[in-house]
């Protein structure tokens, strides 16, 4: 098992950026992914990276939102730049060790509790 926890969120205005921070009780082997849930819709994969630093994104977040780790340290990031309204929403960090789809939520087991992600125009 692994255990998650995630900070960072906060309330930005449009444009504005902010870096999430998940930490791991574990971290080798993982396949590691951030998804985002806004009230009433569905969750969402808005980027994922495996343990050899393979990455993929949503197509709304390319070349705005930047995925990272450190192995040493356990912990996964999320670099979100030129934030929008519509990225409004709790954002959760996931792992597992066996993920073929990266950003489809059903295939992760491990999940970190959220940390709210705010955006105003």
């Known amino acids: 098992q692994v255990q998650l926890v995630e900070s960072g969120g906060g309330s930005v205005q449009a444009g504005g950026s902010l870096r999430l921070s998940c930490a791991a009780s574990?971290?080798?082997?993982?396949?590691m992914g951030w998804f985002r849930q806004a009230p009433g819709k569905e969750r969402e994969g808005v980027a994922a990276?495996?343990?050899?630093?393979?990455?993929s994104y949503a197509d709304s977040v390319k070349g705005r939102f930047t995925i990272s780790q450190d192995n040493a340290k356990n912990t996964l990031y999320l670099q979100m730049n030129s934030l929008k309204p519509e990225d409004t929403g709790m954002y959760y960090c996931?792992?597992?060790?066996?993920?073929?789809?990266?950003?489809?939520?059903?295939?992760?087991?491990?999940w970190g509790q959220g940390t709210q992600v705010t955006v105003s125009s």
């Open positions: 996931a792992a597992d060790t066996t993920v073929s789809y990266p950003l489809r939520h059903q295939q992760y087991t491990y």
């Open positions: 990276i495996d343990s050899n630093g393979s990455t």
């Open positions: 574990r971290y080798s082997r993982y396949y």
